[in-house]
């Protein structure tokens, strides 16, 4: 089974950050990530898949690099609405997934 | 626009069964680019992916819940079945189901229920 793994766990940052979240996968996943947003009460919100493609609709300061093992999504400035958690989910395996532990970003 | 929602009991006795369905509308569950998937969530932690199933029945299970899950489909009812047995006070859970895409490089789950909440309680 493949292992997804994120760092860190929890972050804490202020409105107009830049943020990075790592994701990291126990075995090669080639770009096959994505990317999903939560907030609470909510069903997860995909952001980003394919490791670097924008879902439609989702603003621009999301981005998402990597290949292989180590994977990373950034937020270029964080606005509000950007507090919550986020999730990788590998694709490699579908339609066996998985998802990382989740890395809770919250304001400082 | 595809829409997703879960039913069944909230409350479910330990050592029963744990029994919900979703229900697909917008769109036919009988497609070929397309899985249906159940993932749940224990409240504060991360998710799970528990089973996918094809629309021909052909099922994929989490090993770690192989021995206790069954899921089912009905083409004629535009619905999907989760089936969890012998459950315990580590089943309770927000339990979800999500349209998942055939190719890897695909969406990914851009479509989820709004998700319900199983206690496990005598």
């Known amino acids: 089974d493949i292992q997804m793994t994120q760092s860190p766990s929890s972050l804490s940052a202020s409105v107009g950050d830049r943020v990075t979240i790592t994701c990291r996968a126990s075995?090669?996943?080639?770009?096959?990530l994505l990317w999903y947003q939560q907030k609470p009460g909510k069903a997860p919100k995909l952001l980003i898949y394919?490791?670097?493609t924008l879902q439609s609709g989702v603003p621009s300061r999301f981005s998402g690099s990597g290949s292989g093992t180590h994977f990373t999504l950034t937020i270029s400035s964080l606005q509000p609405e950007d507090f919550a958690t986020y999730y990788c989910?590998?694709?490699?395996?579908?339609?066996?997934?998985?998802f990382g532990q989740g890395t809770r970003l919250e304001i400082k | 626009q595809l829409q997703l929602q879960e039913s069944g009991p909230g409350l479910v006795k330990p050592s029963e069964t744990l029994s919900l369905n979703c229900t697909v509308s917008?769109?036919?569950?009988?497609?070929?680019?397309?899985?249906w998937t159940w993932i749940r969530q224990p409240p504060g932690k991360g998710l799970e992916w528990i089973g996918t199933?094809?629309?021909?029945?052909?099922?994929y299970y989490n090993p770690s819940l192989k021995s206790r899950v069954g899921i089912s489909v009905d083409t004629s009812k535009n619905q999907f079945y989760l089936k969890l047995s012998s459950v315990t006070a580590a089943d309770r859970a927000v339990y979800y189901c999500?349209?998942?895409?055939?190719?890897?490089?695909?969406?990914?789950?851009?479509?989820w229920g709004q998700g319900t909440l199983v206690t496990v309680s005598s």
């Open positions: 999500a349209r998942l895409p055939i190719a890897a490089s695909g969406p990914g789950l851009e479509f």
């Open positions: 917008g769109g036919s569950i009988s497609t070929n680019t397309y899985y």
């Open positions: 199933i094809y629309f021909t029945g052909t099922t």
């Open positions: 075995q090669s996943i080639s770009n096959y």
């Open positions: 394919a490791a670097s």
């Open positions: 989910q590998q694709s490699y395996a579908i339609p066996r997934i998985a």
